[in-house]
T-cell receptor
Framework: SAVISQKPSRDICQRGTSLTIQCQVD?????MFWYRQQPGQSLTLIAT?????????ESGFVIDKFPISRPNLTFSTLTVSNMSPEDSSIYLC?????????FGQGTRLTVV | GNSVTQMEGPVTLSEEAFLTINCTYT??????LFWYVQYPGEGLQLLLK?????DKGSNKGFEATYRKETTSFHLEKGSVQVSDSAVYFC????????????FGSGTQLTVLP
């Protein structure tokens, strides 16, 4: 199993600013995943973060808007840059074993 | 590509009622199937899973059977409780694993006392 600590749990930010979300795992993992959950919708994968290489972004997501760091095998950050109200969502980090995916508790972001 | 179609909500039931949340999928190969639950203010937790056809996943009174012939993985519970109020997500993992999950749209369940 894996325990994931994510912070902040929530934040209210001004448009045009940036927020960095941190994700700490209690064991070493090769890949970490960042998801977005827009209000009333399902989870959408933003990117996959591998240690020692650039993150791989899904269609519709770009590095300039969502830069990701992965300095070691237990930690990753996601930055939401130049925020607008449309970025108001829950952001979750995740790690996967062969049989199960584990999620952080999420960061509820509101952009005003 | 893979996709998951989930019964739309919200669903409102009285305590002790029977619950069914429908989930069908489209996938190549032999995926694993999952139900995740998201309680208010929390992240997603795995509720149950099935890794091959005819497997039945079960946990906390919830059950779902992997039906390859109907490409379905419907979630059921015989008697819901107020504490079951949450959002339920059906998900599919590629190649029989939990990797590269594809999620359904989620179903909000509210159980009234």
């Amino acid at each position: 199993s894996a325990v994931i600590s994510q912070k902040p749990s929530r934040d209210i930010c001004q448009r045009g600013t940036s927020l960095t979300i941190q994700c700490q795992v209690d064991s070493q993992v090769t890949m970490m995943f960042w998801y977005r959950q827009q209000p009333g919708q399902s989870l959408t994968l933003i990117a996959t973060a591998n240690q020692g290489s650039e993150a791989t972004y899904e269609s519709g997501f770009v590095i300039d808007k969502f830069p990701i760091s992965r300095p070691n095998l237990t930690f990753s950050t996601l930055t939401v840059s130049n925020m607008s109200p449309e970025d108001s969502s829950i952001y979750l980090c995740s790690v996967e074993t062969e049989t199960e995916a584990f999620f952080g508790q999420g960061t509820r972001l509101t952009v005003v | 590509g893979n996709s998951v179609t989930q019964m739309e909500g919200p669903v409102t039931l009285s305590e002790e009622a029977f619950l069914t949340i429908n989930c069908t999928y489209t996938a190549t190969g032999y995926p694993s199937l999952f139900w995740y639950v998201q309680y208010p203010g929390e992240g997603l937790q795995l509720l149950l899973k099935a890794t091959k056809a005819d497997d039945k996943g079960s946990n906390k009174g919830f059950e779902a059977t992997y039906r390859k012939e109907t490409t379905s993985f419907h979630l059921e519970k015989g008697s819901v409780q107020v504490s079951d109020s949450a959002v339920y997500f059906c998900a599919l993992g590629s190649y029989g694993s939990a990797r590269q999950l594809t999620f359904g749209s989620g179903t909000q369940l509210t159980v009234l006392p």
